[in-house]
Nanobody, 124 residues
Framework: QVQLAESGGGLVQAGGSLRLSCAASGRTFSRYAMGWFRQAPGKEREFVAGISWSGGSTRYAEAVKGRFAIARDNAKNTVDLQMNSLKSEDTAIYYC?????????????????WGQGTQVTVSS
């Protein structure tokens, strides 16, 4: 059983930055891709960013390209999401996801385990 613990959400003004962190335990972290998803009120959960098992490949949703950066530390079993130039439309609950394979999937089905989520609110 994998446990994922997210931290770093909060309230920030538009144009500001936040850094989300996710700590994983319970499975060999370094063998699997990791992802971040988000869900805004009334909307479906959507892919934000993903990183391959080694950290050598990353993938981003078009809406966040150039503003967000995902990184992982396999020695610490953590994956971070640095969010810059935040916009009001980035407001959502952000979820860390533990991949079922080593490569990045933008689909919900590509992930076996999910964190509880952390709220990010961007005020305009």
């Amino acid at each position: 059983q994998v446990q994922l613990a997210e931290s770093g959400g909060g309230l920030v003004q538009a144009g500001g930055s936040l850094r989300l962190s996710c700590a994983a335990s319970g499975r060999t972290f370094s063998r699997y891709a990791m992802g971040w998803f988000r869900q805004a009120p009334g909307k479906e959960r959507e892919f934000v960013a993903g990183i391959s098992w080694s950290g050598g490949s990353t993938r981003y949703a078009e809406a966040v390209k150039g503003r967000f950066a995902i990184a992982r530390d396999n020695a610490k079993n953590t994956v971070d999401l640095q969010m810059n130039s935040l916009k009001s439309e980035d407001t959502a609950i952000y979820y860390c996801a533990f991949g079922s394979v080593s490569w990045i999937s933008p689909e919900l089905s590509g992930y076996d385990y999910w964190g509880q989520g952390t709220q990010v609110t961007v005020s305009s």
